[in-house]
């Protein structure tokens, strides 16, 4: 099959890969739609050749399954939780992935390929009318906003600020406007801003120009935001976050990677606030998200500016990370 991989810093390739083959408890799909993640960055950033192919936003048809597998088919449409978990535990057998504590590995990788294999219990049957590029977006563009927003049981009484307006804090906007919240969105691009409106913030703010403590506070009647939902992972935007809360207020940690020296006692402890991390999303919010797209209550394409061949990936890569020619959300069609 063909497949993108890393060869150093800045040098993904097309390549022909073998085929990948399914344990029992697994099956082969033949991907059809795939999202490149913030996360997917690594790639771009290794500083030698690794034999990995990169992408876990999946959607894609089962072509073949394993000898132990019941509940899936050959034909069968599914998205696929990128988290792998050990299968075995309380959690595992719940379709909780992300709270397993002995998981072998973190992803499901393997997006940046023509064919990928996984657990048919990280398999969502897709509906009629949800389509393949839609199923590649369930579980971690939407899914992960959802499931953070399901943890704090965000409403109609929030005020929620959302830093870092790229496809997941976007979908954090439309999600937190679907609960009825006052969103602020916050990012320096200017075409994510509008984004954020389009997608029902309130207003928006650029953090290079404004002080964010202070609009937020003025936006909020002197009270500060109940909820901020961190998606950009940016140490700024911990400190941004912390002062803008009001006392009691409530982070929520979804970006990777963000380094930031916390000195709790201003911050944190005198204003009794809560410190949250949420990671990916469970089978049971998948199939939420899921239905949602099913009811037209959610569009989850709404954000993709840009849809290309396996093929063009090397060479759009570094524009889809420096946000060049309006690029906000791209999936590999297959």
Not at 45 to 55: N, P
Not at 118 to 139: H, M, Q, T, W
Not at 285 to 298: C, M, R, S, T, Y
Request: hydrophobic fraction near 40%; charged fraction near 30%.
């Amino acid at each position: 099959m063909k497949a993108i991989k890393p060869f150093g810093p800045r040098n993904l390739k097309m390549v022909e890969v073998s085929d990948p083959e399914p344990a029992s408890d697994e099956v082969l799909i033949k991907i059809k739609a795939s999202g490149i993640c913030g996360s997917d960055m690594w790639v771009w950033r290794v500083d030698e050749a690794v034999d990995e192919i990169g992408g876990h936003e999946i959607g894609g048809k089962i072509i073949e399954v394993g000898s132990d597998v019941k509940n899936l088919e050959v034909g069968d449409r599914v998205a696929v939780n990128n988290v792998v978990g050990c299968g075995s535990c309380k959690y595992c057998r719940t379709g909780r992935f992300v709270l397993c504590s002995s998981r072998p590995g973190s992803d499901v990788n393997g997006g940046f390929g023509e064919l990928v294999t996984a657990p048919a219990r990280n398999c969502l049957p897709l509906k009629e009318g949800v389509s393949y590029e839609d199923g590649a977006l369930i579980f971690d563009n939407w899914g992960t906003p959802y499931a953070a927003l399901e943890r704090v049981g965000a409403s109609e009484k929030d005020d929620i600020i959302v830093f870092g307006c790229g496809p997941i804090g976007l979908a954090a906007v439309a999600l937190a406007r679907r609960r009825n919240a006052f969103v602020i969105g916050v990012d320096p691009v200017p075409e994510r801003r509008q984004e954020a409106l389009k997608a029902g913030a309130g207003t928006v703010l650029d953090p290079r120009e404004v002080d964010i403590e202070k609009q937020v506070k003025e936006i909020t009647g002197g009270r500060g935001a109940d909820i901020a939902v961190e998606c950009s992972g940016k140490g700024v935007s911990y400190e941004n976050g912390f002062k803008a809360l009001r006392v009691k207020g409530t982070f929520i940690a979804v970006g990777e990677n963000a380094r930031y020296e916390l000195k709790p006692s201003q911050l944190l402890i005198r204003k009794n606030l809560n410190l949250i991390g949420s990671w990916y999303s469970t089978m049971r919010e998948g199939l939420e998200v899921q239905d949602l797209i099913k009811a037209e209550k959610i569009d989850p394409t709404r954000f993709v500016t840009h849809r290309i061949d396996l093929e063009d990936v090397p060479d759009l890569f570094e524009d889809i990370f420096n946000y060049n020619q309006g690029i906000i959300k791209v999936l590999i069609k297959m």
